[in-house]
């Protein structure tokens, strides 16, 4: 995926992701472009992130925004994820037969919802083959949460930041500014297009765009929401209306089963690998 075509999922397209890793990601492309800068020509440095497979463990990395479609280069750069290549590995670790457990080490806040449904389903199925354990010690929100609450153990540091489920689709209508210009947008469509151009730039929204555009983020939130209460069926309703929880109170709520570190969770993974081999 080109810059470009990032530049144009940033609005009227769903997200699940928190409203600062949204606004931070918009900072950053938006002064990658003001400098004209390419990804090719940047000194893009190796990832530290935990990635590798170890006495039968296979360490995931989930970090930054959530995208599917993306670049390795443009994924380097800006700290990104792309799903697409997520689910592809995901799957990939249900066949290897050298792998007996699968460690998500999520620290992200969510992401484009694009491929993110298939991506949690992937994991639903890799946990019913092998186990899989979630570790979370900055941020597991939104779209990050969606994945990370289809392992069958999540741990959570007692600082960090999980919850947040919710979509939404930012839609900018500058009609107003472009009338104070003296500017007028006419979009010109057939008849039958009630909801063709949606959100054009220079244009409102009518009544029933909004309904539409309503209807489609409500869909996405109740695939959302089946999908985490399927894995996690004593969460409240109450804990699902988009807020974010500290991870004790992640634990409160049932969003996290246990409050520790990365290597506690490994400890507890590494001992079920070896339990379930007898």
Known sequence: MKISKIQENLI????????DAYIGMRFAFENYLENLGR??????EESVARDYVSDGIAIVPIQ???????????????GMTDTSSLKDRIEALIEDDEVHGVMLDIDSGGGSASGIAETAEA????????????SVEGTMASAAYWLGSQASVVFASGSSKVGSIGVYLPVIDNSESYKSQGVHVELIK????TYKGAGFDGTA????????????VQ?????????VLSARKDIPTEAMQGQVYLGRRAK??????????????????????EKNKY
């Open 12 to 19: 009227n397209n769903p997200w699940l992701i928190t409203q």
């Open 39 to 44: 990804v090719d020509e940047l000194n893009i």
């Open 64 to 78: 930054g925004t959530l995208m599917r479609g993306i670049s390795e280069d443009v994924a380097k750069y800006f």
């Open 123 to 134: 994991i639903a199925k890799l946990n019913k083959e092998k186990p899989v354990y979630t």
């Open 190 to 193: 057939n008849k039958e297009a």
């Open 205 to 216: 929204l009518t009544t029933d765009q909004k309904e539409y555009l309503t209807e489609m």
């Open 219 to 227: 869909d996405i939130y109740e695939d959302f929401k089946g999908s």
């Open 252 to 273: 409160g709520v049932q969003l996290v089963d246990v409050i520790g570190g990365f290597k506690d969770a490994y400890q507890m993974l590494a001992y079920q690998v």
